[in-house]
Nanobody, 117 residues
Framework: QVPLVESGGGLVQPGGSLRLSCAAP????????MGWYRQVLGKQRELVAT??????GYADSVKGRFTISRDSAKNTVYLQMNSLKPEDTAVYYC????????????WGQGTQVTVSS
């Protein structure tokens, strides 16, 4: 199966914005809750945003700045990131929520977000 494919990362100055995209296989996108995770080298991966049947949810560290959405026609999940801070620097991944539900059993390659002046 085609894996999860993240894109849209890059280098941005503090206060800037980025929009990440994640293309998922339809079988996963239409069945499972989806979320965005991030990982800093040497630290555990953390869940920052979720999109479930009950709505959206965010980690306290990104609440009010990040917005998760999904486009059913494109089988794509987005993460709009505004007012970016240096501490948002990480590799961002999308996956099912929880990640253990993903029948592919693997993560995508992620997309690097670097917030620096």
């Amino acid at each position: 199966q085609v894996p999860l494919v993240e894109s849209g990362g890059g280098l941005v100055q503090p206060g800037g914005s980025l929009r990440l995209s994640c293309a998922a296989p339809r079988s996963i996108f239409s069945t499972y809750a989806m979320g965005w995770y991030r990982q800093v080298l040497g630290k555990q991966r953390e869940l920052v945003a979720t999109h479930t049947e009950r709505g959206t949810g965010y980690a306290d560290s990104v609440k009010g700045r990040f917005t998760i959405s999904r486009d059913s026609a494109k089988n794509t999940v987005y993460l709009q990131m505004n007012s970016l801070k240096p501490e948002d620097t990480a590799v961002y991944y999308c996956n099912t929520v929880p990640a253990t539900m993903n029948p592919l059993g693997s993560w995508g390659q992620g997309t690097q977000v670097t917030v620096s002046s």
